[in-house]
């Protein structure tokens, strides 16, 4: 049985981007402080509020966002986990970066094609789209029972 083909948050890219959010948070600070001007703490708060955000993507680093096996597909949504065996799939791809606002993700659509669950690629995670789809087709015809 091959290995699981898993996503996962890219964590030296939120740690770089925290480190680098408290460093500017430690300059506008230290500015402030010196300056005793109101804006600049209002942008020390900022840029460290930032670099706590980016912390949370190294708070669950080693969870997987999406998991696809010999079964089917577990992934991460707002309420939690979903799961789909392979026969319960109508459709999965990878959707490519669209512009520049929308990144590329999996989409998994249901059977009945009323329901469907993405999951991030791409930069902030350890996957390319390209070897997502290798990974992904390479399990559902191994599993097209």
């Known amino acids: 049985m091959p290995e699981p083909f898993e996503i996962h948050r890219?964590?030296?890219?939120?740690?770089?981007?925290?480190?680098?959010?408290?460093?500017?948070?430690?300059?506008?600070?230290?500015?402030?402080?010196?300056?005793?001007?109101?804006?600049?703490?209002?942008?020390?708060?900022?840029?460290?509020?930032?670099?706590?955000?980016h912390l949370r993507g190294l708070r669950d680093a080693r969870t997987?966002?999406?998991?696809?096996?010999?079964?089917?597909?577990?992934?991460?949504?707002?309420?939690?986990?979903?799961?789909?065996?392979?026969?319960e799939m109508g459709e999965i791809r990878i959707e490519r970066r669209i512009g520049v606002r929308y990144d590329p993700r999996v989409k998994v659509v249901s059977r009945d094609g009323t329901k469907f669950y993405t999951s991030p690629l791409g930069l902030a995670t350890n996957v390319s789209p390209g070897e997502a789809e290798v990974q992904l087709a390479r399990r559902r015809s191994a599993a097209a029972y």
């Open 10 to 53: 890219r964590t030296s890219l939120y740690l770089v981007l925290a480190a680098a959010c408290f460093a500017v948070a430690a300059g506008y600070g230290w500015r402030a402080y010196d300056h005793e001007e109101p804006l600049l703490w209002a942008l020390t708060a900022v840029f460290a509020v930032l670099g706590l955000i």
């Open 64 to 87: 997987p966002l999406f998991v696809a096996d010999d079964h089917g597909v577990r992934m991460r949504a707002r309420e939690g986990w979903v799961g789909l065996l392979w026969s």
